[in-house]
Structures are given as C-alpha cells and as structure tokens.
C-alpha cells in the first residue's frame, strides 16, 4: 500500500483553517524562518480517513482477534471508557492550572480522580501510598528504582547492586542499570527463584530485588516468605514488578506479605487500550518506609472535601513525568474499577487463571511444557520437539495468524528454548479458547506432515513473512 | 460478572477438565498467611452508574474558561477527523508490533510517522515515539553522553523549567555533571552558553521559543560546539517549526519536542507525545522503538521494528533505554493531525497564532505599567512584567472566567511580577481585548 508521502497531490488540501492577516515573514525576521515549507503530505481529508482505514485494516486487535501474547494482558477494553476519556470536561483541562491557586476550583474533578484511583490501588495492593505519574510500565520500574536509591541514600547505606531474577520481566535489569545500578542476575531452580542461589548473591551492597511474581512463567514464587526475610535482614529492599498482577487480585496483596515497591500496569490489569503501543500507564506503590520519597506533585485532600497539589516532600525524588501520568489513561483505569468493584476483580483473576490453566491442560499432550503444574494466568509451552523436525516457536505463531489468531509472546523468557508464552485473559470465552487448541493442534499436525507449509506461514496475512535482517542492514527509517 | 463470558456451566466443564471442584482450587499455592487482610472495595457497578458517577466528576471541571496557559502546553483546534481515524479499534487495542505480518497498519503508520517529523523538523531520523517531551530532552542528553563518553550536560535556563527538573530527577545517581547558564531577561544567553562549552561538554541542550517565548537562532552556537565534538540537542516547538527556521537547519544533532500542539487534547497534562529526531550515527544511540522498511518473501514492501540490538530485551542491562513501549496512539493521532492540516494548514495555524499573540503583546502594553520582558522577537506566547504579583492578577482574573497566563516566578525565583500568556489560533480578537480590558481594570 502507498503511504501517504507517495499519495500526496501538491495542491490539494484537508482541513483548511482560517486566514492570518499576517504572513510569519511580516512578523518574524526573515534569519529565524525556515526555507522552504515542510515537504508533507498534500492530502483531502477523505484522502487521509481512507489511508487510515485501510491501515487500520491490516492489523489484529482484541477487537478483532484472540491476542494471547503472554505478559501482556490482552483483555477486552469496554467501550464506556472511550467514552468518558472523550469528556471535554477532562480532556480540555490544562494541566497547569491547578498550579495557580485561584484556578485550582476549576480541576476539583480532575484532581479526585486521581486522588481517588490512588486509593483503590492501594485497597487493591495493600500498599499505603501510590503516584500516578509513571507513564508506562518501565517508567514505573525506573520510578521504582529511584526510590530505592533515595531509600539508601537518606539511609546512608551504600548499596550499588540490584538482584533480578531469570525469569523476572524483561525489561527489569535496563530498568535498574538506568537508575545507577549493577545488575546481578540469578538462575531459576524448577521455574521459580532458588533461594540458595539467592543467598549467595546476597550481600550488603544489595539494593533490592526485583521481583515478577507470579514470574514470566507464569508460575506463583513458592518461597516468597523466605525471600521477604532474607531481603530485608540486609535491609535490602523487595519490588514487586506487576505486569502479571491480574493473576492475584483478591487473592494476595503485594504490601500484606512484604513487598516494599510495586509498579502496575494499568493498560494490562485495568482494562485500558494498548493502543499498538501505547500510551500506558505504571503507577508506582509503596509502603510506609518509602512514601517520604515519592515524585512531587502530590494529590493531596483537605478535610472540607477539597483537592491541591503538595509540593512540599523534602526527600522526594522530584519531578518524573511533566504533569500527574497519563491522564486520560488514568480516567479509564478509575472507571474499570469502579465498573468491576470487589468481587469483579477478584473474579477476573480467578477466571484469567482457569483460563490459562484450561488451555496448558488441553495442550500437555501436544507440546512439550516444561513446568507443567498449576500455573497463574499464563504459561509457557516449548516447541523442542517440533523444531527437531524444523518448525521453530516462531513458524507456529505465524501459522497461527493464518488461523486469526494473533501469536503469543515467543522467544521470551529467555530461560525456555522455543517457547510461546501464552495469556488467554479471563474476556475470552471458552468457545474461543477451544477454538485456539484446535487450531495449534491442526497446526501442530501439519508440522509433522508437511514442516516446510508450517515454515513458511503466514500466507493469509497483508504481507508474508517478513525479512527483519534484511530492515536492520539497510535502515529504511523513513521516505 | 462484567465481561467474564463464562456460564456456570462452562466453568465446571473446564473445572472438570483440570479435575478442580472450585476456583479457589487454582490458588492453593497461595499459602493461607499470605491471604489479603483486606480487600475492601466498593460493589460492582453498572456501566450507567459508572457512567454518572464519572460524568459528574467531569462537571466539577470547568473548562469554559478562557485561557492564555501555554508554558509547553497549548489548546489548538482538533479537526474530527484525528479523532475519528484513532477512535478505530483495530488501531487502539493492539499492542506493540512484535507480529509485523499482523501489524501492518501500525508499523506503516510509525514509518510515515517518522517521516512526517524528520520532514517537519528537517532531521534524518526519528524514533517511533517517547513518552513526553520532557523525558524526550533525558533520553537525548544520555544519547549524547553515551557517544561522547563524557559527564557534563551543559543546559540553558530558557530550556522549560519543568524539563530541567526531569532532568535534575533521573541523573541524580548516575554521576553526571548538569550545568545550567542562566537566563538574562528571559533570553537565553547565548554568549555565556559559548564560554561554557569545552572538552569536557558531553551535550549542550537549548530550546527555540525558549520557555519565556524567545525565538533564537542557534546555528553559530551549534557551529562552535561541534568544534569540541559536543552533541547539540535543540527542544523546539513541533507546529511553530512550520514556519521557523527549523532544528535541521541549525544544525543540530538531536532535536526533540513535545508534539501535544500537533493535535494532541490537553487532557490535564497526558497522554502527550515526545519526539525525538537525530542525525547520523546517533541513530545507533537512539532509545525505544523504531520502525523500518523491508520485504517480504515475496518482494512485497513491507514494515518491521527494526536496529532493535539497542534495545532492552536484547541488551538486558545493556540497553539504550529501558523503554519497551512509545505512545503509538499518540504518534497515529499526530501524524492524522499533520496529514490533514498540510504543509499549508499548519504554516495558517501558526500564523494565525504568531498574529494573536502579537496582537495580545500590543494591547497589554498599552495598558500602564505593563512591559514586555524583553524586545526579543517571540512566538505565540511572551512574558510581561506586571507592577504587581503576577499570581495576584491570575487570582482576581480568574474569578471573573479568564486565565490570563501563567506566573513565571514559582520556577523563576525574582520574577514574581512576571506573566507567560499564549495565543493560539482559538482565542479571538474579541477574547483578547476582553483580557487587557481585565488587566486594565485589575491594576
């Protein structure tokens, strides 16, 4: 398909707004003024809506597809909130005003919501304090980070490393390495963290550990008490990484058993849009030894009802994200809880894990699945003995686009050689789990009968196989 | 349960096929002592009650005042149709590409994205997006230290107050040297920014208009820098760069921006866009996702994310950036923004803007006791020095519906009588006479 550079007609217009009087060259002298005019597209407006349909029709989404991409929370996202995230009553709020005092009345609602949303993440976490800032899950991780650091550093504790286990979300040792870390990693035993491999890497320089639990291979840290007391016996502190948290809500909270920092993921567990990408949102935790050091802006409630922001935390580790977190992300999180309450969260996680468990149960004689117990909300199944006939992990997620399927993770944990992660999510109906196993089970048969139809899928798709290596060497980043 | 599918029936089937009796059955690993000691949550609601409820909330917001808050952030028109090509599910509940064959559409779409800003701002290469603007100038400073290999960021005031705090925040453990050349008056100094500069300089981070408005053209400071092998990084205005002489053509090396004015809602401060632009071998340094262009096995054109060895689930500790995500969303809405506008559509705007705020600059000063900060040729927003408070004049200004800009003194200690007021294309002439009318009468 042309893009829209390749479309343009020069001369032809879109969206016309008025007429200045002036031209910028009567206005700004002609040294500060660019050359000639941006070399964009010349487009309709139809021109430009149909562009964007036909994009819009060459990619799977929830709406459209089964998305198990593991550690990814792929569930649906009601339609009510894209609703309210379109008030204009939040979306045409300027987010500076509630800094000028007299303004602060006209971000009352605003201002709830997030003070709000903070105290059902709380209730949810058992956590005592939340910001909202974080603007996306590693955002939140670096939050976390950083307030670990401050934790140290008032203390006076010279602590320069950071424990991340192997089977800890991906993006966990990037995210400690940025906030000045060492990153030490330590192997799994039997799917979970070992706790003699823990101990030896535990020393005094220990910073914290960074915890994924239930882990990217879906399974619950059976030592988790041990770990808690190991950790803070050298007062080193526990993160709790809550990618995975739609496995355990109503079920455990992160602060009840020990956790002292978590960030969560509110476009995976609340419910709110990926958007292909994002905007996300990774608010941050904490408990009370933690909370002195927080980002500034606080939310914070008088006692007639009112709501200000509070600058005024003198071991904050300041300013993360311009404002108070993606806002409109916010609002939708905030709805979807309010929509499930108490008993609909705790159900979507007892249902996210009947799901998961459902499908490892259907697969077992299929696929070879390394840990094969009860797991969380997602697992993690090997190709192994498929790629012995050559059809690799990655040949059978693209098989499965050819049955309008969207892929699971693949090639992630790196600690299970071909592997698929897969999360069903508790929005998916036992008609479309089964129609997935019966699928990858006709795929899986064909891979033994004829490998190379396997190796080559996709073919129903708007283009085929895709040459990555080939994009890496000629970097093609823009016309 | 809302949006749970299963019957009961079908629950104890799949119960019966794991051979569980309960839900409960699936969490025995939670061991008892580490049950929740509360969860004390409200009911579950219906979508018309939480429709109420939040539409209420909606209404404690008033946003029929009339405002001249710019400080980074502005209130353009939106033409429906960007929010009509983004409302399409099949954009917004996927995720990041990693299937690129059932991605196509969002991949093609970060491809014209980073073609559109590189255009705009007359670089070589974009990412597919950051989160903010602010975190953008973080991400572009460790480029810069990354491939220099040295400590010391040299930053002018004029760089938005709130960026430099970001900044502050996330280089505080990593040993790093910020220096920061003050403003003089409200321009940035760009003598003193030239004596600054040596060896040791990793990068040298300036933005046009600067945070009080002032346009600069940084071309023979950037000239002098390049000289030590500094890295020039240039925070700038997306739509003012329509018609100012843009980042490319000064010459820098990494120009980010935040792109909320390129059709962005203000959203009481997010989801906004950050944008990141840089020339040649940078691109090995740049952070987070991008997108290239491939074929498939047929020879079909086709769009993957691609130089992806920089990143995070690849490099582990490694890595460019701990970003896994971009504001992809954020990036369609932008690029359907530019698309529609045009080349021609977003030099009016601009214009339309540069003209009010020209036009609100020679009324206020008209008014005794007001004047201008300086006589530094400016944008759509400018900073007058008021005989009084300025947070004084925003109290009595915005009891009657008006917002008349923001007090710079809260970030800029000593200029507590200074005001920050934007124009942009909505406000009219009738809106802003209103408002030094107010002034006039509040003084």
Do not use: W
């Not at chain 2, 760069?241 to 120009?255: C, N």
């Amino acid at each position: 398909m042309k893009t829209m550079f390749q479309k343009s007609k020069k001369g032809r217009t879109g969206v016309i707004p008025e007429e200045p009087e002036k031209k910028a060259a009567d206005m700004v002298p002609e040294s500060l003024l660019r050359s000639a005019p941006a070399a964009l597209p010349e487009l309709s407006e139809l021109d430009v809506v149909r562009h964007f349909t036909r994009l819009s029709r060459k990619n799977f989404g929830v709406d459209g597809n089964f998305y198990p991409l593991g550690s990814c929370t792929m569930k649906y996202n009601p339609k009510f909130n894209e609703k309210l995230a379109a008030l204009p009553g939040f979306t045409d709020l300027h987010p500076l005003e509630p800094q000028l005092r007299g303004a602060g009345q006209f971000t009352q609602g605003a201002l709830e919501v997030i003070y709000s949303t903070e105290q059902l993440l709380c209730e949810i976490t058992g956590m005592e304090a939340f910001t909202l800032q974080p603007l996306a899950g590693a955002h939140g991780e670096l939050t976390g980070a950083m307030l670990i650091a401050a934790y140290h550093n008032k203390k006076g504790n010279k602590k320069t490393k950071i424990i991340v286990p192997d089977s800890a979300h991906g993006t966990n040792p990037a995210s400690a390495a940025i906030a000045g870390f060492d990153v030490v990693s330590i192997e799994s035993k039997d799917g979970i963290i070992d706790p003699k491999a823990l101990r030896e890497s535990l020393d005094e320089d220990v910073a914290a550990l960074m915890m994924t639990c239930p882990n990217t291979l879906g399974l619950f840290e059976d030592h988790l008490p041990e770990i808690v007391d190991m950790l803070h016996s050298v007062d080193a502190l526990l993160y709790y990484d809550g990618a995975n948290l739609n496995a355990i809500m109503g079920q455990m909270r992160v602060g009840d058993v020990g956790f002292d920092v978590v960030h969560l993921n509110l476009h995976k567990t609340f419910g709110t849009p990926h958007g292909g990408g994002g905007p996300g949102s990774g608010p941050v935790g904490v408990n009370k030894k933690l909370e002195p050091f927080l980002p500034v802006s606080r939310v914070v409630r008088l006692e007639d009802g009112q709501y200000f922001l509070d600058y005024d935390y003198p071991d904050s580790i300041g300013f993360i994200a311009p404002f108070y977190g993606n806002f409109g992300v916010i609002l939708k999180a905030y709805a979807y809880i309010l929509r499930l309450g108490r008993d609909g969260l705790s159900r979507a996680s007892e249902y996210a894990v009947l799901a998961a468990n459902y499908l490892r149960k259907r697969l077992e004689n299929h696929l070879h699945i390394p840990y094969n117990r009860t797991c969380m909300h997602e697992f993690v199944v090997s190709a192994v003995n498929q790629a012995q006939n050559g059809v690799k992990a990655v040949d059978i997620a693209k098989a499965l686009l050819d049955k309008g399927h969207h892929a699971p993770t693949v090639y992630f944990p790196l600690i299970v050689k071909e592997c698929l992660m897969i999360e069903p999510t508790e929005t998916e109906s036992k008609e479309t789990l089964d129609g997935f196993v019966d699928d990858l089970i006709d795929i899986l048969e064909t891979a033994e009968k004829d490998p190379e139809k396997i190796q080559n899928a996709p073919y129903t798709t708007p283009v085929r196989r895709l040459d990555e290596v080939r994009a890496a060497k000629k970097m093609e980043l823009r016309e | 349960m809302p949006y749970i599918p299963h019957t009961t029936e079908q629950t104890g089937e799949m119960l019966e096929t794991l051979g569980l009796d309960n839900l409960r059955d699936l969490f025995s690993g939670i061991k008892e002592d580490l049950r929740p000691k509360s969860f004390d949550l409200p009911p579950t609601m219906s979508e018309m009650r939480v429709v109420q409820q939040v539409e209420n909330l909606s209404q404690k917001n008033n946003t029929k005042i009339c405002s001249f808050l710019g400080g980074g952030f502005y209130d353009h028109y939106i033409p429906a149709a960007v929010t009509d090509v983004i409302s399409r599910s099949e954009f917004y509940t996927a995720y990041t590409p990693y299937q690129p064959e059932a991605s196509q559409g969002t991949l093609q779409a970060i491809f014209e994205y980073q073609t559109a800003v590189c255009r705009l701002l007359d670089m070589q290469y974009s990412n597919a997006s950051l989160y903010d603007g602010g975190t953008a100038i973080y991400e572009a400073a460790m480029m810069a230290v990354r491939s220099t290999k040295r400590k010391k960021i040299l930053i002018s005031e004029g760089i938005n107050p709130i960026y430099r705090r970001i900044l502050d925040s996330y280089t505080t453990n990593l040993h790093l040297e910020l220096k920061t050349i003050p403003q003089k008056q409200g321009q940035t100094d760009i003598d003193a920014l030239e004596a600054a500069l040596d060896e040791d300089v990793a990068a040298l981070v300036v933005q046009t208009p600067n945070f009080f408005g002032c346009i600069s053209d940084f071309s023979h400071l950037f000239a002098k820098a390049r000289k030590y092998k500094i890295v020039n990084i240039i925070s700038v205005n997306p739509l003012l760069q329509s018609v100012l002489k843009t980042a490319g053509e000064m010459g820098a090396d990494i120009a980010v921006a935040e792109g909320q004015s390129l059709g962005l809602p203000l959203n009481f401060g997010g989801p906004y866009l950050g944008i990141i632009t840089c020339n040649g071998k940078l691109v090995r340094q740049m952070p987070g996702r991008v997108a290239g262009k491939t074929k498939d096995s047929e020879g079909n054109t086709g769009y993957v994310l691609t130089i992806q060895a920089r990143e995070q689930h690849i490099r582990r500790q490694k890595a460019t950036s701990n970003i896994c995500s971009n504001q992809a969303l954020c990036a369609l809405q932008s690029l359907a923004h530019i698309s529609l506008l045009g080349p021609e559509g977003l030099r009016l705007t601009a214009e339309t803007c540069l003209e009010n705020a020209r036009y609100a600059a020679k009324r206020l000063v008209e008014i005794p006791g007001i004047e201008l900060l300086n006589n530094e040729p400016f944008g759509h927003e400018f900073a007058v020095c008021l005989p009084v408070n300025a947070y004084e004049i925003v109290d009595k200004l915005t009891e009657q519906g008006y917002i008349p800009g923001f007090p710079i003194g809260g970030y800029y200690p000593g200029m507590e009588n200074c005001l920050l007021v934007a124009c942009t294309e909505k406000r009219s002439k009738q809106e802003i006479g209103m408002l030094a009318e107010m002034m006039r009468g509040a003084l």
